[in-house]
């Protein structure tokens, strides 16, 4: 070719060393991100044979690139585009081989309890549509990214699908476990000729209870068949049967005319023998009502046992309870009850993510919803402890809220039922998933969580700190930012001061560990910051130190000794050395560095003990926005920003602390009747929460 060329009189265009590189590095710049994105998806797919193979391929074409010498790293970016290719293709082979492994596993499975859903037959539950929907959802995903030729995202999609389809027999098993128990309450009751009207029925009930052995077997070992299922669900229907009749008895005491009271004694004693009567009377909306009036009769005093247990079973059927424990009182029970009335039952009965409600009179904690036990718990005793002056709290908006947001009195509101409603509206945003379809929306707050890697990136643009501080290395100043938005800065500053064998071998951490061995049941219901503080204030006393640096880090290693249960002093000694050393030389100027405004930004953004924050301030906290965003640690591992401009609407000061919060402060505002129509979100909580979920 060149001999040709130079016959024709053309001489190839030379081209320098300098711009040969110049055009290695473009070709990287250019191709790189499209290859990485690649051996993202092989790292995600391949094995953990072959992992280790792509991320040296990858290793090697960054110090190819770093040096630098782009020709290699040209060559190293082609070599890590085919392993990753390769990699990817047999990543995508094997997924699609487990898929299609997985649907032979579960075929009997799938038959079963899809036939089951066709029929209809899971509706008799609370939770049948519900999962009926969730199966469903992940089925068509499944399917979808199947056709899509997107395996490896389909195996993902039908595991959910699998777990959905286990939670087919884990809540039957549930059901069968109720029923079991029930069976003595209804045996004593036929004993006790409370069904003696109803012959045919209790001829059903005893035939079926004598089928019952097949059904424990295949609850308890998830064996279920269409026999088993038909003999359940056979069992079911006699018992609902028994209760419905008895619900119908007592409904039609009322339409003969019978005095509320009478009525009243007959629930009593329905009560008494067997609660769950009720479920099937709470399934009408004359049953409904019936139960409203009966409680209302008790006048806001359930004083008697029998009132209490008439109570009970009307909270636990009207509103969808599995379980209602703790400390309910005479004058709690019929205000719980008025309160969650106050609400849909889409919201209560039908909302399988509140299944439990405690009271708890002595806790000083703050009342709470755990979502992965759909329980809400009401720390709530005669004088509340939390965010309240005894029995009311306030709804703490910005002094430039326009007053027309409002309805009535928003100051000494009843703390008991402002408490409930937002830890029930919790659940009602779990059910709906609502403010987490909304993440970044301005009408609803605008909320976004962050990594606290992008916190301290964020603080590193205030004041140029990285450059106020040339040539002290990037990475180790981010360090040192890390470190004080988690609560380390002293013992960075303290960083040199010690080392592991004396922090690990002072008595204060063998105290420590002690203490937490002394108090493991207490911590594993409450390891909040609050508590922990007080276990490490008198483990340290056990210490002769008398340095401050050295202090600060002997209290950061019994900090993380209570954190961890398993975490020995000399391990604990360790590690609080590791994260206090950023890199930063022994000779930096740490004063000044605290001094800087990125430093005291993360400093006030941050949390003070386990539920205090830059929310507490209201408006005041805005000032240390950056531009529209206000940035803060809402939980110990949590960080949020929402948009400045919500606050011109808020209801709380409480109200923005998280996401979360936010809906539930408005959610509580809301059925309490606080907002009028001119509040800018009353439109979408009448049509997205109210009307929508009803």
């Keep these: 070719m060149l001999e040709l060329l130079e016959e024709l009189g053309i001489r190839p265009i030379e081209k320098s060393a300098e711009q040969l590189d110049l055009q290695a590095k473009d070709e990287c710049d250019r191709r790189a991100p499209g290859v990485m994105r690649l051996f993202g998806e092989a790292v995600k797919r391949c094995s953990d044979k072959d992992r280790p193979g792509l991320e040296q391929g990858k290793r090697e074409y960054e110090t190819a690139y770093n040096q630098p010498d782009y020709a290699t790293a040209v060559t190293k970016l082609d070599a890590l585009e085919i392993s990753a290719k390769a990699a990817k293709e047999k990543g995508d082979t094997h997924a699609k081989n487990t898929l299609a492994a997985l649907r032979k596993r579960d075929a009997a499975k799938i038959k079963l ?59 039957l098993m549930i059901e069968w476990k109720i029923l079991k128990d029930d069976t003595p309450n209804i045996d004593e009751a036929i004993k006790k000729n409370a069904y003696s009207a109803y012959p045919d029925l209790v001829k059903n009930f005893t035939a079926a209870k004598g089928q019952s052995a097949p059904i424990d077997k295949a609850a308890v070992e998830e064996s279920w068949s269409d ?40 629930a009593k004693t329905l009560a008494k023998r067997d609660p769950n009567v009720f479920v099937e009377l709470a399934k009408t909306p004359q049953g409904v009502k019936l139960l409203d009036d009966m409680v209302g009769s008790l006048e806001g005093s359930a004083g008697s046992s029998e009132s209490k247990d008439l109570c009970k079973a009307a909270i636990r059927a009207r509103f969808g309870l599995q379980e209602l424990k703790g400390d309910l009182t005479k004058k709690a029970l019929p205000k719980l009850y008025d309160v969650m009335k106050l609400v849909p039952l889409s919201h209560t009965r039908d909302n399988e993510r509140l299944s439990s409600i405690k009271r708890d009179r002595k806790s000083e904690e703050a009342s709470f919803y755990r979502d ?14 939390w965010r309240g002056d005894g ?48 993440v970044d929306d301005p009408k609803f707050g605008g909320w976004h969580k962050h990594k606290l890697d992008e916190i301290a990136d964020v603080a590193a643009g205030i004041g140029n700190f990285y450059a106020s501080f040339t040539p002290a290395p990037i990475p180790a100043l981010k360090k040192y930012l890390l470190g004080v938005l988690q609560g380390r800065e002293k013992s960075i500053e303290a960083s040199g001061s010690s080392d592991k064998d004396t922090l690990a071998q002072d008595p204060a951490l063998a105290e420590a560990v002690k203490l937490r061995t002394k108090h493991a049941k207490a911590l594993e219901k409450n390891s909040s910051e609050d508590v922990i503080n007080k276990h490490v204030k008198s483990a340290m006393k056990k210490t002769k130190v008398k340095d401050q640096k050295q202090l600060d880090l002997l209290s950061a290693a019994a900090k993380l000794i209570f954190q961890d249960k398993k975490l020995s002093a000399d391990d604990a000694a360790k590690q609080v050395l590791k994260d206090a050393d950023t890199g930063l030389p022994p000779t930096t100027d740490w004063a000044q560095l605290a001094d800087h405004d990125a430093v005291k930004w993360c400093r006030a953004i941050r949390m003070t003990g386990s539920s205090n924050g830059l929310w507490d301030k209201g408006k005041e906290g805005t000032d240390k926005a950056i531009g529209d965003r206000v940035y803060q640690q809402a939980y110990k591992d949590d960080w949020y920003s929402y948009d400045k401009k919500a606050r011109a609407k808020g209801v709380s000061k409480y109200q923005f602390r998280a996401p979360a919060e936010w809906f539930a402060e408005l959610y509580a505002a809301y059925y309490m009747e606080k907002l009028s129509d001119k509040h800018p979100d009353v439109s979408w909580l009448d049509g997205e929460v109210h009307a929508l979920s009803s």
Excluded at 394 to 405: G, L, N, Q, S
Aim: aromatic share 10%.
């Design 227 to 266: 026999a088993t299922l038909d003999a359940f669900l056979a069992y079911h229907k006699c018992v609902a049967d028994l209760r419905q009749a008895q619900a119908d008895k007592l409904l039609k005491l009322q339409t003969d005319g019978k005095p509320l009271k009478d009525v009243v004694n007959e």
């Design 391 to 438: 029995k009311t709290s306030d709804f703490d908006h910005d002094d430039d809220v326009p007053a027309e947001y409002f309805e009535g009195q928003i100051t000494d509101l009843d703390y008991f039922n402002e408490t409930t409603l937002h830890e029930v509206g919790h659940a009602v945003d779990a059910k709906m998933n609502f403010m987490g379809g909304r």
């Design 113 to 171: 309890h899809e036939g089951r859903l066709d029929s209809g037959d899971y509706e008799v539950f609370f939770w049948g549509k519900r999962r009926a929907a969730a199966y469903d959802k992940e089925k068509q995903e499944a399917n979808r990214l199947e056709a899509a030729g997107d395996f490896f995202g389909a195996v993902d999609a039908y595991r959910r699908q699998a777990t959905q389809l286990g939670l087919f027999a884990a809540s």
């Design 372 to 385: 992965s036990d759909s329980l809400v718990v009401l720390n709530l005793g005669r004088q509340g402890k």
